[in-house]
């Protein structure tokens, strides 16, 4: 059974960092691509930012390029967001998601207050 479990999330205040981080069981996240998504409230689920699983190219959405970095550890199974220059608008639940496929994690809270 495919289980991705998130953490890392919280309230910071603008400016401030935070890392996000989503691990997995059940699957080998290195054969895989991953990404990460958020969804605020009222709002559509919205991706963040991606990570291919043969080359490692990533990409990000243009409201988070230059501040957040997605990147994998494959030997601990887990793939991390770091999220720098936070402002209120990136407030959100962040979700992993394993790339074309249905499995997703329960999401954690980011919340920026300004």
């Known amino acids: 059974q495919v289980q991705l479990v998130e953490s890392g999330g919280g309230l910071v205040q603008s400016g401030g960092s935070l890392r996000l981080s989503c691990k997995a069981s059940?699957?080998?996240?290195?054969?895989?691509?991953m990404e990460w998504y958020r969804q605020a409230p009222g709002e559509q689920r919205e991706l963040v930012a991606g990570i291919n699983w043969s080359n490692s190219k990533t990409n990000y959405a243009d409201s988070v390029k230059g501040r957040f970095t997605i990147s994998r550890d494959n030997a601990m199974n887990t793939v991390h967001l770091q999220m720098n220059s936070l402002k209120p608008e990136d407030s959100a639940v962040y979700y992993c998601?394993?790339?074309?496929?249905?499995?997703w994690g329960q999401g954690t809270q980011v919340t920026v207050s300004a």
């Open positions: 059940g699957i080998m996240l290195s054969a895989y691509g």
């Open positions: 998601h394993v790339r074309s496929s249905d499995h």
